[in-house]
């Protein structure tokens, strides 16, 4: 179903007003990819440090000639970024921008529906509770004199 189609959000992806792009990186690409999303509007972000393994196995980032290099996970940087549909394909171009070396073990993005936003302080739901004063929405309508992309 639809892996020919480039674009996710329209391609295989239930459709929502707002995704979840959660990826898994390298942590020293972290503070690039974080200037680079700040850079294009992006204000709110969750970081979680995390441990894992994949192709490039448990070993080779950080215990080379370790005896228990067989347990060893590799240390990644998680990010959580929740954005409204439009913004998505953005988001996820930056962070491989920023994230990539070309070699292996530069991590994984998914990309997953989300049904709510809530903002604790005002209650506010929705679209409302996902914008954020001076972000990308923000920036974008300054230029374009309309609520642009
Ligand atoms: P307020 O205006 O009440 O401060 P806010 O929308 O700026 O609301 P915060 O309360 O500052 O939200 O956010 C708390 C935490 O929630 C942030 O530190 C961040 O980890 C996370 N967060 C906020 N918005 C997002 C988002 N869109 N995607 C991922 N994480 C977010
Ligand atoms: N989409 C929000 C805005 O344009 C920003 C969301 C975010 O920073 N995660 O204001």
């Known amino acids: 179903i639809g892996f020919e189609n480039g674009n996710l959000a329209e391609g295989y992806l239930p459709k929502a ?14 503070s690039h990819v974080t200037s680079a999303l700040i850079k294009m509007g992006i204000r709110g972000v969750t970081v979680t440090d995390v441990r894992g393994f994949g192709a490039q196995g448990g070993s080779r980032e950080r215990q080379a000639g370790s005896e228990f290099c067989e347990e ?6 998680k990010l959580d ?12 171009d930056t962070i491989i921008d920023e ?39 923000d920036i ?4 374009t004199g309309t609520n642009g992309i």
């Open 17 to 30: 007003d707002f995704y979840k792009v959660e990826a898994i990186l390298r942590p020293w690409r972290l």
């Open 72 to 77: 060893a996970f590799v240390v990644k940087a």
């Open 81 to 92: 970024i929740v954005v409204s549909h439009d913004q998505v394909e953005s988001v996820i």
């Open 99 to 137: 994230a990539r070396t070309g070699e292996i073990g530069d991590g994984k993005i998914f990309v997953s529906p989300v049904s709510d936003i809530i903002r604790v302080r005002t209650g506010e739901r929705g679209l409302k509770a996902e914008r954020m004063a001076g972000g990308r929405a």
């Open 140 to 143: 974008l309508s300054t230029y």
